[in-house]
């Protein structure tokens, strides 16, 4: 076995009793230290970082909610404009400028072949002269001079039926240049 530690003299004594040796030594320490002094540096960068990126998704929604709003005015304002050119009268005009005419009455062909009514060829009514349009405070019949049906005379083709040209209206040249009606909003 061994045998105990002899007390210290002299000048040892002196140095024993100015620093004890109960508690741990400054070199078990430092590595604790180094530890916490990176683990707190570790933090903050991490911090930093994850506030970057944070601020930086944060730009990204903002242009992204931006980008939204715009492309929801312009889908509106061409929902407007569909609207406005598929009203009856919107459409009847532009089929007019195309040169289309009403079309006459309807045949149907039945399962066994048979035809189910009588097909007429449709004909352009005759084109109405250009009057002046009443103020919508004005009464239809009061002012305005009653309108008799016109007569046109059409130019018929060897085969009986007007040529084409007589079926096409021609395109009022003031209505070319006014802007599309608009309806009330949605």
């Known amino acids: 076995m061994s045998k105990p530690a002899a007390p210290l003299k002299g000048r040892a004594a002196r140095l024993a009793r100015l620093m004890p040796s109960t508690g741990p030594s400054t070199a078990a320490r430092t590595p604790f230290v180094l530890l916490v002094v990176l683990l707190l540096g570790g933090g903050l960068i991490t911090l930093l970082l994850l506030n970057s990126a944070l601020n930086e998704g944060s730009f990204r929604l903002s242009e992204l909610k931006r980008d939204t709003t715009e492309l929801t005015d312009e889908q509106q304002a061409l929902q407007r404009d569909v ?74 083709g060897p085969s009986g039926s007007p040529s084409p040209s007589a079926s096409v209206p021609q395109p009022d040249p003031a209505a070319e240049n006014s802007p599309p009606p608009t309806s009330p909003g949605r």
């Open 83 to 156: 609207d406005s050119r598929s009203q009856p009268d919107a459409l009847e005009k532009r089929a007019r400028e195309l040169g289309m005419v009403p079309g006459g009455s309807p045949a149907f062909l039945n399962p066994d072949g048979t035809v189910r009514g009588r097909p007429t060829e449709a004909t352009a009514p005759p084109s109405p002269s250009p009057s002046p349009t009443p103020s919508p405070t004005a009464s239809p019949d009061a002012d305005a001079p009653a309108a008799g049906p016109s007569a046109s005379v059409t130019s018929a």
